[in-house]
């Protein structure tokens, strides 16, 4: 009896989650009410939103993936799921020419095949079940397991019907605003996260890359998800060209915000040259900005840093 009470109050607050999260991008929309300028508007949005809220609460291990050899999982992981049909990707191991991938549910083998490509469109076949961990398991022909990636990386879950359909008609009704077309995906893109769909946010976000976005708040992002899900070389990657992008938009807030993430980054990486050197720019940034405590805050954190780098010198 109180399991299924656990069981039914656990499903309507993700459903409630889900829906106030709706509801709260489609209350930004309200308010950006000029269509030309919505699209600046909700990057700016997103820009202002703490980095700590967007990373530090949910991160991935800092050291992990670190080896090239391996074919780490990229996507799906530390992730819920919309889609039954998932696409599976890897890291492509240089020189290897196959790979056997499966996923696995508990200690069974649900599902397995054999491809030459380091991603894969899972083909529905048997049917994924919610609730259950599945883990993506991929083998590579130099005998390198995913799975060699300490600690392993987790899993994935499949939302249930009712919760997904509640997603698909929220994001329905966003695609239904007169709105441009890229301001549509990115809403799309930060609704999944906050439903905690990582690997569609992901692919929404990388798909308006593609297409020609230059916007650091977007690059921004897809670090900020990579490194939650811990694939901090991808992080890495999406970070610098966040930073990039922001010195070439003139953006002096986005650079600041960018430099401090990645200064964050190489802590967790425990690269004190690297992390020095970008929570350096990150205080310079802000000190011309005027925000004087971030500037004391960072400050502060430099000296303990030097102090450390001092005392193991000594």
């Known amino acids: 009896m109180c399991s299924a009470l656990l069981k039914s109050w656990k499903a309507k607050s993700k459903k409630a989650k889900i829906f106030l999260w709706f509801f709260a991008v489609c209350l930004l929309l309200l308010i950006l009410a ?140 966003l695609n239904n605003q007169q709105v441009p077309d890229k301001v549509k995906t990115l809403q799309s893109a930060f609704f999944y996260i906050g439903s905690d769909l990582k690997s569609e946010a992901i692919e929404t976000l990388e798909a308006l890359i593609s297409g020609g976005s230059k916007e650091a708040s977007v690059s921004r992002k897809l670090g900020d998800l990579y490194w939650q899900a811990g694939v901090d070389v991808l992080a890495e990657t999406h970070y610098l060209n966040a930073h990039t992008q922001a010195i070439a938009n003139k953006d002096m807030v986005q650079q600041a915000q960018i430099a401090e993430a990645l200064g964050d980054l190489y802590v967790a990486l425990d690269d004190q040259k690297a992390a020095m050197k970008w929570l350096t720019q990150a205080r310079n940034s802000y000190k011309t900005l005027g925000n004087k405590q971030r500037v004391e805050e960072l400050d502060t954190q430099l000296k303990q840093f030097k102090s450390t780098s001092d005392a193991l010198e000594s």
């Open 34 to 173: 000029v269509p030309p300028k919505i699209l600046a508007a909700l990057s700016t949005q997103v820009s202002q939103i703490p980095i700590a809220q967007c990373r530090r609460a949910e991160s991935g291990d800092p050291r992990s993936p670190s080896n090239p050899d391996i074919p780490y999982v990229i996507s799906p992981r530390r992730t819920l799921l919309l889609t039954d049909k998932p696409r599976l990707r890897w890291n492509q191991v240089l020189g290897v020419k196959s790979y056997d991938v499966s996923l696995q549910k508990g200690d069974s083998v649900v599902w397995q095949t054999k491809v030459n490509t380091n991603e894969i469109v899972y083909p529905g076949k048997p049917e994924l079940e919610p609730g259950g961990e599945y883990l993506l398991i991929v083998k590579a022909d130099n005998g390198k397991f995913s799975t060699d990636e300490k600690p392993n990386a987790r899993g994935f879950s499949l939302l249930s019907k009712q919760e997904a359909q509640v997603v698909k008609t929220a994001i329905a009704q």
